[in-house]
């Protein structure tokens, strides 16, 4: 059974996040009790008459969630507002400021990145608990419903899930003399692909990614490696930021590619400019979401693209860690509203809606029986890029600590931390000191929120 999250006593968290505005930091101090009906709870009232939700889909992405909303409404009769909040970021900051506001959405997008600083407000009620009392929570794939369950029960509703994979551009493999049905799976293959399609001047370079830490947590779970201590924080609180000799080899590739102008750096968090780098043909390969497979698809215009495996440090490949969010509630809601929101929450779960979110948005079904349906459909056969990261997360080793997501209070100054860090270990005389260095500036965050 996973231990208790929730840590709101003798924890310092309000200096952990300043790089997301006052108002993030200003309701990191917040105090309250684990919203679970009990009569200490903090009361909070809905920001509107109709359930609203808020999210960060834009894009089709967003118009498919929107139309979710709108058959929902038919179906219930019950008026739902799906409000778009630009970024998971802006999620978190306008969530944590309405728990000090005490005026809240019903239900809250949340980054998995974020999920331990939501949890450590206390302000929360367990989607288990909201569910309908005949809603089966095992339908979720067991890889999925590890991360978000809490002292055996649902903490939050999975539901926008996803890995990270590899799209490759099939024309340039092919000019290059590269075969697009066997696509590189390790580093060293990445480097070599990377060098015919660079020296055949076929690209510009071989690979880019937007700098993320989810890339770095892939490459680390794929190796069967934490990174911390406490199981990623998933046993307890975290204090050291683990660098095993798998760290060293990638950050060497890593280095060695950018040197070698075989990768470019698209910046920090650049999604989209990492994207564009792919879609104009400057890069023959991409790794980022497998939510982009239906957005890449459409916009892959004069190649055709294929999607891959995300590539390992070694032959080791224990499995990847999720991304994506899911949908948090909040506790100290009128009684009477958790009926409603129970019904919209069990609704997003039907087979045939996690069917239509997976088509309309690339992200992975989250439930067996939605994967069932896709498969009986034919759906995978017919559309193989769609089944990639399906794959990938299916085989996966999901009792592994190292293919859980960090659960980290200050994830958002260790995710900056690491970013920042590993443009200085590409720029740097001295990779090995840079390294100790990121561990250095880790193990200060994590020692600064946690004592």
């Not at 967003?62 to 179906?75: A, K, M, N, R, V």
């Not at 990492?274 to 982009?292: G, H, P």
């Not at 270990?425 to 990779?431: G, R, V």
Request: negative net charge.
């Amino acid at each position: 059974m996973p231990p208790t999250r929730g840590r709101s006593n003798g924890i310092s968290r309000r200096n952990t996040l300043a790089t997301t505005g006052a108002a993030l930091a200003a309701a990191t101090g917040l105090a309250g009790c684990l919203g679970g009906g009990s009569g200490g709870e903090t009361e909070f009232s809905p920001i509107a008459e109709e359930l609203t939700v808020w999210h960060a889909m834009g894009g089709t992405n967003g118009e498919t969630l929107d139309q979710i909303g709108s058959d929902f409404e038919e179906e219930a009769g019950q008026a739902v507002n799906m409000e778009f909040q630009d970024s998971y970021e802006n999620v978190l900051t306008n969530t944590l400021s309405a728990f000090d506001s005490g005026n809240v959405s019903d239900m809250l997008q949340v980054d998995s990145l974020f999920a331990q600083q939501v949890l450590d407000t206390d302000q929360v009620r367990p989607v288990e608990e909201v569910l309908p009392d005949d809603f089966d929570s095992g339908v979720f794939l067991d890889n999925v419903a590890e991360f978000f369950t809490v002292d055996g029960e649902l903490a939050s509703l999975p539901f926008n899930n996803s890995n990270a994979i590899m799209y490759i551009n099939r024309d340039a493999f092919e000019e290059a003399g590269l075969d697009p049905d066997d696509p590189p799976q390790t580093l060293a293959e990445v480097r070599s692909a990377s060098e015919q399609l660079v020296d055949q001047d076929v690209t510009q370079f071989g690979i880019t990614w937007p700098n993320h830490v989810w890339f770095v947590e892939t490459w680390y779970g794929f190796e069967g490696e934490l990174m911390t201590d406490a199981e990623n924080g998933h046993a307890g609180e975290p204090s050291e930021f683990r660098t095993p000799d798998a760290a060293y080899d990638m950050f060497e590739w890593w280095k060695g590619m950018a040197e070698d102008d075989l990768y470019t750096n698209p910046g920090i968090e650049a999604w989209g400019e990492a994207t564009s780098l792919f879609t104009e043909q400057e890069s023959a390969m991409l790794l980022t979401s497998t939510a982009s497979v239906a957005g890449l698809i459409a916009d892959s215009e004069g190649f055709e693209v294929g999607a891959a495996p995300y590539p390992s440090i070694s032959d080791t490949r224990v499995g990847p860690v999720i991304g994506g969010a899911s949908f948090y509630v909040p506790g100290g809601l009128p009684e009477s509203r958790y009926e409603d929101i129970g019904q919209l929450l069990q609704y997003m779960s039907e087979p045939e809606v996690q069917t239509q979110w997976h088509k309309g948005s690339g992200y992975y079904p989250i439930t067996q029986p939605s994967v069932d349906s896709l498969r009986e459909e034919g759906w995978f056969e017919e559309n193989p890029m769609y089944g990639v990261a399906l794959d990938q997360l299916q085989s996966g080793d999901a009792s592994d600590p190292a293919t859980k997501r960090a659960l980290l209070g200050p994830a958002r100054n260790v995710q900056t931390v690491i970013q920042d860090k590993s443009v200085d270990i590409l720029n740097a005389d001295d990779m090995d000191a840079e390294i100790e260095a990121l561990k250095t500036e880790v193990e200060d965050v994590l020692d600064g929120y946690y004592n």
